[in-house]
């Protein structure tokens, strides 16, 4: 069993930064791939980005290739998205995600075992 939260979600300017993280408790943290999804008021929650269990391989939706950046500590059960060149299009409540041990990412919204409450990221123009 895994519990994931958000934190590090607020206001920003466009062009600015912020930096998500997901902690999560339970000793099995590191055999879990981990997702952030988004989800803005009126539209369906979309995938963002993904990492595998081992931190080896990453993905990321095109909106965000090149801005954002997911990265992972397992000893501190924790990963981050860093996000930089924020756009008022990334405007969202962020959600971080993890299928069941072992189990691959893929941008399948359904997939998904545990998810954490989420985060509001607001990006002003």
């Known amino acids: 069993q895994v519990q994931l939260v958000e934190s590090g979600g607020g206001l920003v300017q466009a062009g600015g930064s912020l930096r998500l993280s997901c902690a999560a408790s339970?000793?099995?943290?590191?055999?879990?791939?981990v997702v952030w999804f988004r989800q803005a008021p009126g539209k369906e929650r979309e995938f963002v980005a993904a990492?595998?269990?081992?931190?080896?391989?990453?993905d990321y939706a095109d909106s965000v290739k090149g801005r954002f950046t997911i990265s992972r500590n397992n000893p501190e059960n924790t990963v981050y998205l860093q996000m930089n060149s924020l756009k008022p299009e990334d405007t969202a409540v962020y959600y971080c995600?993890?299928?069941?041990?072992?189990?691959?990412?893929?941008?399948?919204?359904?997939?998904?075992?545990?998810w954490g409450p989420g985060t509001q990221v607001t990006v002003s123009s």
């Open positions: 339970g000793r099995t943290f590191s055999s879990h791939a």
């Open positions: 990492i595998s269990w081992s931190g080896d391989s990453t």
């Open positions: 995600a993890a299928p069941l041990p072992y189990g691959i990412a893929t941008m399948n919204v359904h997939q998904y075992n545990y």
